[in-house]
C-alpha cells in the first residue's frame, strides 16, 4: 500500500526531534520526495526507505528550508553508483533556483553523473505532475507572498484516498478546492504572518473543504507549548494532530 511518510515538521528553525519540513511518497521499491530540507538520504533511511528506489523530486517553491538539501541528494545518489535519470518538478522560479543551487557544487551539469530531468509546473489549478505506481499527483497555486508555491494532493486512483500537503501558504480558494473531500490535509501551521497559516487559519480550510483529518506540520518547535499549538485548531471538527517525524499516513 503506498503512504506518505513524514520526515519533517518544523519551521525554518528545527530541534533535536523536528527536521526541517519535508515528506516522502512511497510504496514498495519506489519513493518521491516532497520538498527537500536536511539530509534527504539519512532522513530517508531512517524511515527504512531505499535510496535506489527514488524517481523523483517534488518541490513547492524556492525558499531554502524546502529546497537546501538537494544538493546532498544529488551528490549521494550520484557517489552511490545511481545511472538513472531523476526528475525534478516544481515552480518555475523553484526550478532555476534549485539549478543554481547545484550549479555552486558543480552538480548541475556532468558527463559523470546520472541526468537530471527538470520539469516546470505550470500554475493553474488542478495541474496533473506526474503518476506513479497508481498515485496521481495534482499541483494547485496556493499564496505564499510573492513567491510562485504550489500545493499537492496525491490520490490513490484505485481507492480513491487522497491526502494533501499545503506547502507554505496562508488560507486561499484554491486549496480548499484541491483540498475538498480528502482524507487528510496537512496543512501548515507557521503561525498567522503573510503567506502563513496558524492553526486555526488551518482548521478553517480542513473545515471548507470537509476533509477527514486534519494534521498540522510546518509550525515551530522552540519555546512553543505544542498542545496548546495543536488545540489552537480545536474549530476543525474532526481529528486534528500534529504531524511529528516519522508518521507514516496509508494511502
Not at 500545493?151 to 501558504?169: K, L, M, P
Request: hydrophobic share 40%; net charge negative.
Amino acid at each position: 500500500m503506498p503512504e506518505l511518510v513524514i520526515l519533517g515538521t518544523a519551521a525554518s528553525v528545527p530541534d533535536a526531534e523536528h527536521d526541517t519540513v519535508g515528506q516522502v511518497l512511497c510504496g514498495p521499491g519506489w519513493a518521491v520526495l516532497v520538498d527537500c530540507g536536511g539530509s534527504p538520504l539519512y532522513k530517508l533511511a531512517r524511515v527504512g526507505v531505499e535510496m535506489e528506489s527514488v524517481r523523483a523530486v517534488v518541490l513547492t517553491h524556492r525558499h531554502a528550508d524546502h529546497i537546501y538539501g538537494l544538493p546532498l541528494l544529488i551528490q549521494g545518489l550520484w557517489l552511490g553508483g545511481r545511472e538513472e535519470p531523476l526528475s525534478i518538478h516544481g515552480p518555475k522560479e523553484t526550478l532555476d533556483s534549485a539549478h543554481s543551487l547545484l550549479q555552486m557544487f558543480s552538480l548541475a551539469e556532468r558527463a559523470d553523473m546520472f541526468a537530471l530531468k527538470w520539469h516546470s509546473v505550470p500554475l493553474r489549478e488542478g495541474q496533473q505532475v506526474l503518476e506513479v505506481e497508481g498515485v496521481r499527483i495534482v499541483a494547485t497555486p496556493v499564496r505564499h507572498r510573492e513567491v510562485q508555491a504550489v500545493a499537492y494532493r496525491f490520490e490513490n486512483v484505485q481507492t480513491g484516498r487522497a491526502i494533501v500537503y499545503s506547502g507554505d501558504t496562508e488560507p486561499c480558494p484554491a486549496l480548499v478546492r484541491l483540498a475538498f473531500g480528502s482524507d487528510l490535509l496537512i496543512h501548515e501551521a507557521s503561525g498567522e504572518y503573510p503567506g502563513h497559516s496558524s492553526p486555526a487559519q488551518a482548521a478553517e480550510v480542513g473545515r471548507a473543504a470537509s476533509v477527514g483529518k486534519l494534521a498540522l506540520t510546518h509550525y515551530p518547535v522552540r519555546e512553543v507549548n505544542l498542545e496548546t499549538w495543536r488545540r489552537s485548531a480545536s474549530e476543525f471538527p474532526g481529528q486534528v494532530t500534529l504531524a511529528c517525524d516519522g508518521n507514516r499516513y496509508p494511502l
